[in-house]
C-alpha cells in the first residue's frame, strides 16, 4: 500500500503552536503518513496562494487535516492573511464536495467552556480531538485510521432478508396485544403484571398448535427450516419478555409460570393422543423451537445473576401428560427439551452439506438482534449438560449441549466460572450445578479424564469440561 498524502493546513499562532504542529507532522510521517507542511515543502521563490491551492484541490493529496486553535477559527472567519486565504480554498471544496471524506479538523484547543475552537464552516461537522493529553492516545489512533481508510468499526455485509418477512408467512399467535399489556405492566410494576404474563404465556402455548407442520409440499425438511424461520418474531417477542422480567422482578411468581409454561411445550414434542399415523420428523419444528426457548430463558437468568431462577428451571421437574414409550403419564426433568430432530439429519445428507450440526448452526445463525450474545448461549447449554451429568449417569436424561461445537479453540472458563474464582461468588454459581462444593465435581470430572464417561464429540471437536469450568481456580481467592 502506497503512503497516503496529507497536507496539514494550521495558524502561525505562536512558536509553541508551530512546534506542537511540527511534532504532530513527525509523528504522522514515522507512523507512514506522507505529510506535506508548509515548514519543510513551501521553498524560497514559491507562490504560497498556488501552493496552497494545489494542496487542497490535487487529486493526489488524498487528505487534509486542518490544525483548528483560537487563532485559526478567527482568522478563517474574518478570511485574514494565509489561513483566510487557505479557507476560501478549503470551505469551498468542503461544501462542493459531496464525500466530505478529505478534510477533518483536529482541534488543538478549546474556549473556557469547553467549546472546541471551530471556523464556522466546519461547526456541524465531526472532528479529531488532540487537546486532551488522557485521550491523546486513542484518538491519534482515530486520526490514523480516517487517514489509512482503516475506521474502527466497519458496516458489516448485508444479509439475506429474513424469511419471516416474506408476504407467504401466515403464521400468527395473536399474543401481540397481551404482550404488550403485560410488558407495560411488568415495567410498571402493576398489581396485575404477573396475571398478565401468565396470561401471555397460555395464548402463546395454546396457539402453537397453528404452527403445526400438516402434509406440506415438497421436502419435509424444507417445511421445518421455513416454519421455524417463519417463527421468529414470535421467539423475539417472548425472549423480550424473558429479558424483561430478569431485569424488573425477582418474584418467584414470575419463575413458577415459565415452569408452567414449559410444560405446557411438552405435548408438541410428540404425537397427539388423537393421531394415529405419525412420523418421528413430524414434530422437529416444535423439538427446535422449545429447545431454543429453554436455552434463551436459562442464559438471560444467568446473565442478569438470577442464579437461584435459572435453578429453580433445571431443578423442578415437569409433568408430561403421556410418556409415549409406556404409556404412563410421569414427571420428568428438563432434559425433555432437547429432543431429536432427524429431519435436519436428513437435510443435512440431501443436500450433502457436510455440516456438523445443522441445529447448532440455526441457533448460531439466530442468536442475533435479541441482546443476548452467542457465548452467553454456549454458556447456559453448558450449565445445563453439567447438570444433567452431576445428577443422572443415565444416559437417557444426558443433555446433549449442541452449541458447543462451536465453543472456541481453548476453552477457557465461561464468565460465571471465571468470576467464580471468588469464594463469595462461587457459592452464588454452584446453585446452577446443584453442588455445594467444587471437590463434588472431581470424581465426574476424573470420569471424563480417564474414558469412564464419554463427552460429546463432533468427528474431531471436542470440549473440555474442566477448561470451561475453569476447575483449578473455583472459589481460590476471597
Not at 422482578?249 to 408438541?268: A, G, M, T, V
Not at 416444535?286 to 435459572?310: G, P
Not at 450474545?373 to 452431576?390: G, N
Request: with cysteine; aromatic share 14%; net charge negative.
Amino acid at each position: 500500500m502506497e503512503n497516503p498524502k496529507l497536507f496539514i493546513s494550521y495558524s502561525w499562532s505562536d512558536v509553541e503552536h508551530e512546534q506542537w504542529v511540527i511534532d504532530l507532522a513527525t509523528e504522522l510521517r514515522e507512523s507512514g503518513v506522507d505529510v506535506i507542511l508548509d515548514k519543510w515543502d513551501l521553498k524560497e521563490g514559491h507562490d504560497s496562494v498556488v501552493f496552497m491551492e494545489k494542496m487542497v484541490t490535487d487529486p493526489e493529496i488524498k487528505k487534509v487535516a486542518i490544525i483548528c486553535d483560537e487563532t485559526y477559527a478567527a482568522k478563517a472567519d474574518g478570511r485574514f492573511g494565509g489561513v483566510g486565504t487557505e479557507t476560501q480554498i478549503i470551505s469551498k471544496e468542503v461544501y462542493e464536495n459531496q464525500s466530505q471524506e478529505k478534510f477533518v479538523a483536529i482541534v488543538c484547543g478549546k474556549d473556557e467552556n469547553g467549546k472546541a475552537y471551530l471556523p464556522t464552516y466546519y461547526k456541524s461537522r465531526i472532528y479529531i480531538d488532540l487537546s486532551e493529553a488522557d485521550r491523546y492516545a486513542d484518538n491519534f489512533e482515530r486520526l490514523l485510521r480516517w487517514i489509512f481508510d482503516k475506521p474502527l468499526y466497519e458496516k458489516p455485509k448485508i444479509g439475506k432478508r429474513p424469511h419471516f418477512l416474506s408476504e407467504d408467512n401466515q403464521i400468527t399467535l395473536g399474543t401481540t396485544a397481551t404482550f404488550k399489556r403485560c410488558v407495560d405492566a411488568i415495567k410498571n410494576h402493576k398489581s396485575h403484571a404477573a396475571g398478565a404474563f401468565d396470561e401471555y404465556c397460555t395464548i402463546f402455548a395454546d396457539n402453537l398448535e397453528r404452527i403445526r407442520i400438516s402434509n406440506p409440499s415438497g421436502e419435509f425438511d424444507d417445511a421445518v427450516v421455513k416454519n421455524i424461520e417463519d417463527f421468529l418474531p414470535y421467539r423475539n417477542e417472548i425472549i423480550q419478555i424473558f429479558v424483561i422480567i430478569a431485569q424488573y422482578n425477582d418474584s418467584d411468581e414470575y419463575i413458577q409460570i415459565i415452569h408452567r409454561f414449559f410444560e405446557k411445550l411438552i405435548p408438541y414434542m410428540s404425537r397427539p393422543q388423537n393421531v394415529t399415523r405419525w412420523s418421528e420428523w413430524d414434530f422437529d419444528n416444535y423439538r427446535f423451537i422449545i429447545h431454543e426457548l429453554f436455552l434463551y430463558v436459562l442464559s438471560i437468568m444467568i446473565k442478569y445473576n438470577r442464579f437461584e431462577n435459572a435453578n429453580f428451571l433445571l431443578q423442578q421437574q415437569y409433568y408430561a401428560a403421556m410418556d409415549i414409550e409406556s404409556g404412563l403419564n410421569k414427571m420428568v426433568n428438563f432434559t425433555v427439551f432437547r429432543g431429536n430432530l432427524s429431519s435436519l439429519t436428513h437435510r443435512n445428507k440431501r443436500l450433502n452439506l457436510g455440516r456438523l450440526s445443522l441445529r447448532a448452526d440455526l441457533l448460531k445463525e439466530r442468536c442475533v438482534g435479541i441482546g443476548i450474545d452467542f457465548r452467553q448461549l454456549l454458556q447456559a447449554d453448558f450449565v445445563a449438560f453439567m447438570r444433567a451429568e452431576i445428577e443422572s449417569q443415565d444416559s437417557y436424561r444426558r443433555w446433549w449441549p449442541e452449541t458447543l461445537l462451536y465453543v472456541d479453540y481453548h476453552n477457557s472458563s465461561f464468565e460465571i466460572f471465571a468470576r467464580a474464582i471468588s469464594k463469595s461468588y462461587f457459592e452464588k454459581v454452584k446453585v446452577l450445578l446443584g453442588i455445594d462444593s467444587k471437590e463434588e465435581l472431581a470424581p465426574l470430572l476424573a470420569s471424563y479424564q480417564r474414558g469412564a464417561r464419554q463427552l460429546p464429540r463432533w468427528d474431531f471437536t471436542e470440549f473440555n469440561p474442566a477448561s470451561l469450568l475453569g476447575y483449578d481456580n473455583l472459589a481460590t481467592r476471597l
